[in-house]
């Protein structure tokens, strides 16, 4: 049989196949819009881009703020980038008190009235932002005066809450049911594929939460180090002590760089995690003078599920030495 006759047969079976199934489960099969139909949705930030496209799949065209890299607590938008707000059918904000949304929503707000805005943290139990307040911690070390857990309060500074929810798996569930039901208000009809979607994604951050648990299970050293203190949420659901060497976003004195070095002696870390939104070189100093190596943990992953598991393996790494 000749090579045309063969191709020809395996279109028409593939179509064949494909049209069965479409008439099988209609659900499965969902129509692609054109491009201009896609649902123009804009995120603040990549990991939102991430959930959205999960629940929305090719129904939606997303479009992100803070671009790779960029300060999600600092980042201004671009004249080109409000005016692709014009555009959209809904906003999908982090909320939870976010530096960006707090300066920039209402401007955003202005540039399209009828747009959708989505606060995903909507129903989460936001925690204050605590820094382990490390050179007073040092100062009271000195003293010889550890009282177990009230000694361990006293040295937590709490400055404002924190909005880096998107680090517990568990408040992502919630993120991603606010989403889910910001889509079926703008497209009631597909409100079944979003629906199955979401239980899908549910499930996938269901296992990713277990995998964390058991993954970091049993380490007695429940210490890790960071530049940018943006996994509080993720240390209290995996019971850590998250070490920050930015304090209320200002960058460390030699003091503080100081205090950070002998906290990371006594608690025999060995890396400091730096996240490309931030300056490594501090990082890089201290991890010289530990002997030890930075790593990264990105804020703002663009692939949620991958990047949490690996975030996972370098702190397994970590307590594990
Ligand atoms: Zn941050």
Known sequence: ???????????LTALLVVSVLAMACPRLVVEEPPAEEKIGVIVSILPLADFVENIGGERVAVTVMVPPGADPHTFAPTPGQLLEVSKAKIFIKVGAGLKFEM?????????NREMLVVDSSHGIELMEMVAHDHHEEQEHKDEQHHEGKDHEEEHH??????????????????????????LIKIDPEQADFYIENTERYL???????????ERLDGFLN????VYHPAFGYFARDYNLTQLAIEHEGKEP???VIMDVI???AEYNLSYVFVSPQYPVRHAEVIARAINGQTALMDELPRYFILSMRSMTDSLAREMME
């Open 103 to 111: 300066v920039w929503m209402d401007k955003i707000i202005e540039q």
């Open 253 to 255: 004195t030699p003091k």
């Open 203 to 213: 499930q996938e951050l269901d296992a990713l939460d277990r995998y964390i648990r």
């Open 262 to 264: 002998d906290l990371a």
């Open 1 to 11: 049989m000749s090579k045309v006759k063969i191709t020809r047969s395996l279109l």
């Open 222 to 225: 429940r210490y890790f180090l």
């Open 157 to 182: 500074d709490h400055y404002g809450m924190d909005p880096h929810i998107w680090f517990s798996p568990r408040n992502v569930m919630m993120m991603v049911q606010n989403i889910r039901d910001g």
